[in-house]
Structure formats: structure tokens, C-alpha cells
């Protein structure tokens, strides 16, 4: 079990450039979520798939986030164009679908910093 | 709606001895409820966690907590500190009649905890 894979794990970019951040969740899981921690506003659901079908994007913050789920291995996370307060570290998490209270793994984040 | 509160923001305590980390929970229903650890540069750890059952739920690393229903408690608890055990902790709750059976997880602020040698 390779864990939740996370790339890049460091981003350093500029205001208004394009941010893309990825993630593979755990073979078998068919739920995967993108948070977003920072020392303000602590941890932040941003939006969540079930099956690939984003089922809850409330969280995200404007038009300028998007998030995809083409495939059951594979999500991205981007943000164009990018502002320094969306400085933050970005988590991605999986879970195999619900019902039995199964917990939720994390990747180890991309530190994302906005120049 | 579901929420979570964790009152301390820090909690300090010396090697050896018991800590507890507190935390309350509000759902309609009846909660699934976990806690998570966090070191530093990384990720969440899943610890420990409550369905149903027996109110004292044990975990990874010798961590336990008890379900307190009167309460709406879940406080995190160990015997004996270990200084390795100085991490962020987090609470976590899931209503599971709540948005359409689809799992929606709320977390905690986070507690420091810091173990001192």
C-alpha cells in the first residue's frame, strides 16, 4: 500500500500564474477529498468525489479553484490564476465509501506559496 | 449541522504522565467519531476511532478514547507520555444521516500537544 500519492510536494509560483497540484489516491478507495490547512482558518474541506462524481464543492473558495476527477486513480486540484493568500498547505485524501465510518488517509500535502 | 470543537488550542504535560485531549462533538443523530495525529511537514494519521459499541475505543500507538453519549464527548487519552508523541491532534466527526449518506468528515481546530521531557 503506497499511500496517497501527492505531487509536487513543493510549488513556488507567482501571483496570477496557473497552479495545478495532483494527487493518486489508494487503489479501492472511491472517495477523495482535497483540504486545504492553514494557520488562520486551520483545516478546509474544499470539495469531495464519490466514484469520480464530485458530490460536494461548497467548499471551494471562488471560480478561480477547480478540481477534476477523470479517473478512479487520479485527481487534480488547480488554480488559475493563483493569489498570494492561496498560500496553504493542499491535502488529498481517500476512503473507501462510507456506511462503515472508514477513515479517511492522507497524503503528506503540497506546500503551495504565491509570490 | 455536524460540528466539533476542541477547547485547547495547547496542551502540555511531562514525560510519563497520563494526557488527555479533549473534545465535544454535535450531530442529530448518532456520531461516528475519530481522531487523527499530525507531525509535522506531514499529513494526517488516522489514530482510533467510534461506530457503535463498547465506549472505550484503543488505538495505534497506545492511544484510547472514550465515548461520553451524556457529554457528546470523545476525549483522547493515553497512560503515560511519550516525548515522540508531541504532534497536533485532531477530532473528527461524521454524521451518518446527515448529506444524503455521503461521507462528509468536520475536523476539529487541532491541539498542539507537547510532551516534555
Known amino acids: 500500500d503506497a499511500g496517497v500519492i501527492q505531487s509536487p510536494r513543493h510549488e513556488v509560483t507567482e501571483m496570477g500564474q496557473e497552479v495545478t497540484l495532483r494527487c493518486k489516491p489508494i487503489s479501492g478507495h472511491n472517495s477523495l477529498f482535497w483540504y486545504r490547512q492553514t494557520m488562520m482558518r486551520g483545516l478546509e474541506l474544499l470539495i469531495y468525489?464519490?466514484?469520480?462524481?464530485?458530490?460536494?464543492d461548497s467548499g471551494m473558495p471562488e471560480d478561480r479553484f477547480s478540481a477534476k476527477m477523470p479517473n478512479a486513480s487520479f485527481s487534480t486540484l488547480k488554480i488559475q490564476p493563483s493569489e498570494p493568500r492561496d498560500s496553504a498547505v493542499y491535502f488529498c485524501?481517500?476512503?473507501?465509501?462510507?456506511?462503515?465510518?472508514?477513515?479517511?488517509?492522507f497524503g503528506n500535502g503540497t506546500r503551495l506559496t504565491v509570490t | 449541522a455536524q460540528s466539533v470543537a476542541q477547547p485547547e488550542d495547547q496542551v502540555k504535560v511531562a514525560e510519563g504522565n497520563p494526557l488527555t485531549v479533549k473534545c465535544t462533538y454535535s450531530?442529530?443523530?448518532?456520531?461516528?467519531l475519530f481522531w487523527y495525529v499530525q507531525y509535522p511537514n506531514r499529513g494526517l494519521q488516522f489514530l482510533l476511532k467510534?461506530?457503535?459499541?463498547?465506549?472505550l475505543v484503543k488505538g495505534s500507538y497506545g492511544f484510547e478514547a472514550e465515548f461520553n453519549k451524556s457529554q457528546t464527548s470523545f476525549h483522547l487519552k493515553k497512560p503515560s507520555a511519550l516525548v515522540s508523541d508531541s504532534a497536533l491532534y485532531f477530532c473528527?466527526?461524521?454524521?451518518?444521516?446527515?448529506?444524503?449518506?455521503?461521507?462528509?468528515?468536520?475536523f476539529g481546530t487541532g491541539t498542539k500537544l507537547q510532551v516534555i521531557p
Open positions: 450531530v442529530s443523530g448518532n456520531p461516528y
Open positions: 468525489f464519490n466514484n469520480n462524481v464530485p458530490i460536494d
Open positions: 467510534y461506530i457503535t459499541g463498547d465506549n
Open positions: 485524501a481517500s476512503s473507501r465509501e462510507t456506511g462503515t465510518g472508514s477513515p479517511l488517509h
Open positions: 473528527a466527526v461524521r454524521d451518518p444521516f446527515e448529506s444524503g449518506g455521503y461521507q462528509k468528515v468536520t
